[in-house]
């Protein structure tokens, strides 16, 4: 996805959280304060989780890829988002499930078609544990891109 933003102003350290939806909140705000999403974004993320639940539970903690339509997204961009200590999200297609999430990759698309793709993406990165344990503990932006972008090369090729 050559058209995608992803760079050291959307990654994100230890972000303080009381829920699910406050990481959501937070993690949006500095999107939109970023000139990435549109104001609706914030709370279209939020009701979607409601509706759709991103929580993947993996191997030592668990992700969320919160998104939400087209039409609050001003620029397509991946976030990384790391929280401080973690909150309860329910599990994707979990039938009420819940996990206890320490990441978010949120992601900001204006094309329909890629959602699909994208989660593909994340989904290979998180199962690969040494690199998602590396996003969780490093605190080194150069690092935590270098995997994304990685992983976003190597899915690009085989799309």
Not at 109 to 121: R, S
Not at 131 to 153: C, G, H, P, Q, R
Request: glycine fraction near 2%; aromatic fraction near 6%.
């Amino acid at each position: 996805m050559a058209d995608l933003e992803f760079n050291k102003d959307l990654i994100f350290f230890d972000v303080e959280a009381d829920s699910n939806l406050d990481a959501l909140d937070k993690v949006a705000n500095k999107l939109f304060d970023l000139g990435y999403v549109k104001e609706s974004y914030i709370e279209a993320v939020k009701e979607r989780e409601k509706v759709f639940a991103t929580g993947l539970p993996v191997e030592d903690f668990a992700v969320a890829v919160p998104h939400t339509d087209v039409e609050h997204v001003n620029t397509q961009s991946i976030c990384v988002a790391t929280l401080k200590k973690p909150v309860t999200f329910e599990v994707m297609a979990g039938a009420g499930e819940k996990c206890e999430v320490s990441i978010l990759f949120m992601l900001a698309l204006k094309e329909p078609h890629q959602q699909l793709a994208m989660l593909q993406t994340v989904i290979s990165l998180i199962q690969q544990d040494d690199k998602l344990k590396a996003i969780y503990e490093s605190k080194d932006k150069e690092l935590i891109m270098k995997i994304v972008e990685e992983e976003l090369a190597k899915q690009s090729e085989e799309a």
